[in-house]
């Protein structure tokens, strides 16, 4: 199933990363590591963060792509449940909403 994964960094230990230096090769060994469809990296309310796009096969895999980012950054991590338009369509709406009428 795919996933958005929403990271919030505190300015904490990734301003620490990017000081000394080690911002590049933490970041990497994550993207390496979790192997995300896409990773895109913006600000939200004035803090650092990003969406990761990723595939589990179980919510057992959770913990595997959370806690880099809590430990080597203290993120706060969020996993979005997120539907193709393949899969919208699959939902059949139209159905669901004649027996919600």
Do not use: C, H
Request: glycine fraction near 8%; hydrophobic fraction near 45%; charged fraction near 25%.
């Amino acid at each position: 199933m795919r996933f958005l994964v929403d990271v919030s960094f505190p300015t904490g230990k990734f301003d620490q990363a990017i000081a000394d230096g080690s911002i590049g090769a933490k970041m990497g060994k994550i993207l390496e590591e979790t192997k995300p469809e896409a990773a895109y990296f913006t600000t939200r309310d004035g803090k650092r963060g990003g969406f990761l796009v990723v595939n589990m096969n179980d919510v057992s895999e959770m913990p595997r792509l959370a806690e880099p980012w809590f430990m080597l950054f203290d993120a706060n991590v969020e996993f979005l449940p997120a539907m193709t338009p393949a899969d919208l369509q699959k939902a059949d709406l139209v159905s669901i909403g004649k027996k919600w009428k």
